[in-house]
């Protein structure tokens, strides 16, 4: 039975991925019986093409989407060569869980609070340094050329991939490839980026790809920061697919299949970027240049690292300021009264989408949990040699932009007569709790001693005691961290919660996006508040139940 | 009760490893396994205790007390483990991880308490119960070690180089715990190692693995 759990994941992984691609492509092509749909043609394609600012909206997808990435990227190669063996870079990775916890909604809506004509920043510096008493008449949320968007987005991506690189970095023996460089005369910067960065490089190509496929076609930080009109192209689609003539479906598939081509063309291009800069590299190596202290990077990059970490926190505090904000006119730093009232108003708005949240996320992580431990298990028992074509099944969720299948998925739900049902919106959520969870715990569970579940059996116990005794107990850090971000990923889900909910499941995240259109800030504070709280609670559970449990377990501390 | 192995041989990828003709030990007798590193004496251990990754094709017969044992699970065959490091676990207390060895069959939280006492206590160990197995010294890790699998009642021993990672003046003393409790307890023993003083010391047959694999 064990033998089928990954048969059966990747059924249920690759069913929905497939059957939301098949049943985006068609209407893209005028096929969609249900709405009269049933002779193929380009009709779709040419009412795209007509649309008013398409090819803006495709810009401006296209120039966020690779912006944010490039920036994203090279700030964390940056840090990364600047710190390399140094303290900061330890203490930036304890910094990094409860950045990676926070929502994208919730951290774009904090971001605006920071950065709008009235928000903190022009607060704190007024009027005292800008002479304003009243907020100046600047563009610098939903600014028509993304910079917003770009720097909401950077600000989120970076600690995901500086994440990415400090587990790459652990097993690359970079120290030993930096002392070895060092010894033939090599600067600290120029020997990591000369010695380091090639081996590190495969094992960031993978979540630099999910990045860019996020970048170019995320929609609800889009709604939040990017751009109205035009908007990207994603927001753009979304605005069709919830259009009330469902006419407009046709061409919302036709963008939808249209961002799927930039998205795979996006990933094509930064793959023969990565085949030109390697090229360059190797030249630049053959020249043998040892660089010299790299002072400026080595004070500039944590420097610029500090301040995007500090934006990050400024985002969270200043929802929380708005959400018990009693009077606050505009270039007060802080308001005038702290109060309950905006809680006490809302609590009962908020108790449902509260819980709503709380039980899909719980569904959809004890789900995954249970099918990532059931492969993993099952290779073990079985000695299965998982290949590259499962890694790449386990991205390919994050790879596809979500609007390419979500469509078609949900008119595949309705099929089934389950669209609208919590059970669709947890499936739904699974897409992409899964691979988050697997992920994470994969690596641990596979380096754990197998002589221990030797030493078990040895002792009389059967796999099922040893799996549960002694490895899950042995693991129960890991995998309460994996658990901990399968909640945090599924508490941030829009666009699948928004298809498969079929409007019928709000939850905090579809909630704040839709009051991020215009609501008082108070409330769009409290929601937002609520909705990055939810996970960071998770977060600490993780932390704090195994250092509970182990508290009398010196070989159970962290290393 | 003699531990039997008949006619293995472990092939990795069509390369042969090892073959034995056969290899008897009897009850209460250590017998060594001699051979340099590479030479199959971990694998040979490992196919004993059901262990053998999938990557090794084996053929042969495991005989324990005359039974073939050879298609059971490694929980299933009675066949006790020790190996270089103690792997204790150290999520759970000295008395937790010797509980995990007891058998099911011994009923009644008293009765089970009452038996890991007994054993610590004969162990110079009284009172070491709810120790956190990271705070004790290593000898004291490698008798709690073998307690674990003495309670746990298995029919046969396997111990692959149990020693080799402690000092010299606890050797002497942990070998003789280890070869005295085998002698009472009159099960057969299987010895892997490269230090001549363990097998001088098991008093049993010496098996040279090179010389066999080569011959």
């Not at chain 2, 995990?100 to 110079?124: N, S, T």
Request: glycine letters at 10%.
């Amino acid at each position: 039975m064990l033998r089928a759990a990954p048969w059966l994941t990747a059924a249920l992984f690759l069913g929905p991925i497939a059957a939301g691609l098949a049943g985006t492509l068609l209407p893209a092509f005028g096929w969609l019986p249900a709405l009269g749909g049933t002779a193929v043609s380009l009709e779709p394609w040419r009412a795209l093409l007509a649309a008013p600012g398409l090819g803006r909206a495709v810009l401006l997808t296209l120039g966020t989407g690779f912006a944010a990435t490039l920036l994203s990227f090279a700030l964390v190669i940056a840090f990364c060569a600047a710190t390399q063996g140094r303290t900061l870079a330890r203490r930036a990775q304890a910094a990094l869980a409860p950045l990676l916890a926070t929502p994208h909604a919730a951290l774009a809506i904090g971001f605006a609070f920071l950065v709008a004509p009235s928000g903190w920043i022009a607060r704190a510096l007024s009027p005292w340094a800008t002479g304003w008493d009243r907020p100046p008449d600047w563009a610098t949320v939903n600014d028509p050329w993304g910079l917003a968007l770009v720097a909401g987005l950077t600000l989120k991506e970076v600690p995901y991939l500086l994440l990415m690189a400090f587990a790459g970095l652990g097993q690359i023996r970079a120290a030993e490839a930096m002392r070895a460089a060092a010894a033939l005369g090599y600067g600290p910067v120029t020997g990591w980026l000369k010695v380091v960065l090639p081996q590190l490089y495969p094992q960031l190509r993978l979540p630099l790809y999910a990045v860019l496929a996020f970048s170019l076609s995320v929609v609800d930080v889009a709604l939040i920061l990017g751009p109205g009109a035009p908007p990207t192209l994603s927001a753009l689609v979304l605005r069709w697919f919830a259009d009330r003539d469902l006419a407009m479906w046709f061409p919302a598939a036709a963008g939808a299949v249209l961002l799927l081509a930039l998205v795979l063309g996006g990933i094509l291009a930064w793959r023969v970027g990565e085949r030109v800069a390697a090229a360059a590299g190797r030249r630049w190596i053959a020249t043998g240049g040892r660089g010299g202290a790299g002072r400026a990077l080595r004070c500039g990059a944590p420097a610029l690292m500090g301040l995007l970490l500090a934006a990050n926190a400024a985002a969270l505090l200043v929802l929380l300021a708005w959400s018990f904000a009693g009077p606050w006119r505009f270039p007060e730093a802080l308001p005038s009264a702290f109060t309950l009232a905006t809680w006490r108003a809302q609590v009962q708005a908020l108790a449902q989408p509260a819980m709503a949240t709380l039980a899909v996320a719980l569904a959809a992580t004890a789900l995954a949990l249970l099918l990532a431990l059931a492969c993993l298990e099952a290779e073990q028992r079985h000695g299965l040699r998982p290949g590259r074509r499962a890694l790449l099944m386990i991205w390919l969720p994050l790879l596809l932009p979500q609007l390419a299948f979500l469509f078609g998925w949900q008119v595949a739900l309705v099929r089934l007569d389950l669209d609208g049902t919590a059970g669709a919106v947890v499936w739904t959520h699974l897409l992409f709790v899964l691979p988050y969870v697997f992920l994470s715990l994969a690596d641990p569970w596979r380096a754990l001693d197998p002589r221990h579940a030797r030493a078990a059996a040895a002792l009389g116990a059967g796999p099922w005691r040893v799996f549960w005794a002694v490895k899950c107990r042995l693991l129960l850090r890991p995998l309460l961290v994996a658990a901990a971000v399968g909640f945090a990923v599924s508490a941030g889900l829009y666009l699948p919660t928004l298809f498969a909910g079929g409007g019928r499941i709000a939850t905090l995240t579809t909630e704040a996006v839709t009051l991020a259109a215009g609501a008082d800030r108070r409330v769009l504070g409290a929601y937002a508040a609520l909705q990055a709280l939810m996970p960071l609670a998770a977060y600490a559970a993780a932390v704090a139940v195994p250092s509970f449990l182990h508290r009398d377990r010196r070989g159970m501390r962290p290393a | 009760m003699s531990l039997v192995l008949e006619a293995p041989e472990i092939t990795l990828g069509g390369r042969r490893l090892l073959a034995l003709d056969r290899l008897a030990v009897p009850a209460g007798e250590v017998v060594t396994v001699m051979g340099p590193s590479g030479s199959g004496k971990s694998t040979l251990l490992a196919w004993v205790s059901g262990a053998l990754d999938p990557a090794f094709r084996a053929r042969g017969r495991v005989l324990l007390g005359g039974q073939d044992v050879s298609g059971l699970p490694p929980h299933r065959r009675g066949i006790g483990l020790m190996f270089q490091d103690d792997l204790l676990f150290p999520h759970l207390s000295v008395a937790e991880n010797l509980g995990f060895g007891l058998p099911a069959a011994l009923r009644g939280r008293a009765a089970r308490q009452a038996r890991i006492e007994a054993a610590l206590a004969e162990a110079e160990l009284p009172g070491f119960g709810p120790r956190d197995p990271a705070t004790l010294s290593g000898g004291q890790r490698a008798r709690v070690a073998l307690l674990r699998t003495l309670l746990a009642e298995p029919r046969a021993l396997l111990l692959d180089e149990p020693f080799g990672k402690l000092d010299v003046a606890l050797r002497g003393r942990v070998r003789d715990f280890v070869f005295e409790r085998v002698r009472r307890r009159g099960i057969p023993a299987l010895l892997v190692t490269h230090d001549p003083a363990d097998a001088a010391a098991a008093g049993g047959p010496v098996l040279e693995l090179g010389d066999a694999a080569a011959g």
